[in-house]
């Protein structure tokens, strides 16, 4: 059980971590490539650029390290879900790292630009190309897939009552609330900076602090699960 508790804090710390480096990462980049001229831009902020890639990226690893860290608590109390959230953080982790490629090849493209090394026009086309990989792998990555793998780990947490029912049930609230926010993004509705729909992401944001904030005071719940047994009746034979 020690090594239990001591994963336990190691989650929590690693899901602070994914957290503070995902918002670090968006404060970072800032509104670098929002605006029809961003390729004019982006070179100018080569700093911020990278600086917000390798946020997303040690993000991008921390939230997969939950998943791998967690697995072999979760498959005492449900196999097939634990290895299901192994995969959807796979997969997750996939997606960032491609909105990270997004990021750093629209950099090498703006530089191109401002350089004058290229076709204008197959820069402006190749920029798009790769603001529409960051776009959409956010929305299918960090949004639909983090989505289903927070109702995933909340499903084996309540299941187990590893934690506390109330905060098992609240993240599979918020994980069913973030799989709609990036399914309604895919159908087309506006759900960029300053839209409402952003609500939708805030439950799950929030119950993962909390979440780590447990594990980081009062780890795991474990219960034993004790055999019940029938009693042993027997026949006494009358001679």
Excluded: C
């Amino acid at each position: 059980m020690d090594q239990d508790r001591r994963t336990a804090k190691v989650v929590g710390v690693l899901f602070i971590v994914a957290t503070v480096a995902s918002i670090l990462g968006s404060a970072a980049l800032g509104s670098v490539l929002d605006g029809s001229d961003y390729l004019n831009t982006v070179a100018a902020h080569e700093g911020q650029v990278i600086t917000a890639a390798l946020l997303f990226l040690i993000a991008a690893t921390s939230a997969f390290a939950t998943a791998f860290l967690l697995f072999p608590i979760l498959r005492r109390y449900a196999e097939g879900m634990a290895a299901g959230y192994v995969g959807l953080r796979a997969f997750e982790n996939v997606f960032y790292l491609a909105s990270v490629v997004g990021i750093l090849t629209i950099l090498r493209v703006s530089q191109s630009d401002a350089a004058g090394s290229a076709d204008v026009s197959q820069l402006a086309l190749l920029g798009a190309a790769m603001k529409a990989l960051r776009d959409w792998s956010i929305m299918i990555g960090t949004l639909i897939f983090a989505g289903l793998g927070a109702v995933t780990l909340n499903g084996v947490l309540y299941r187990s009552r590893l934690v506390p029912g109330w905060l098992s049930l609240w993240g599979l609230v918020g994980g069913g609330l973030l799989f709609l926010y990036g399914v309604l993004g895919i159908l087309g509705v506006d759900t960029g900076l300053g839209s409402p729909w952003m609500l939708l992401a805030m439950p799950i944001a929030v119950e993962e602090m909390v979440f780590a904030g447990w594990l980081l005071t009062k780890g795991f719940t474990f219960r034993e699960v004790r055999e019940v047994r029938a009693p042993d009746l027997r026949v006494n034979a009358m001679t």
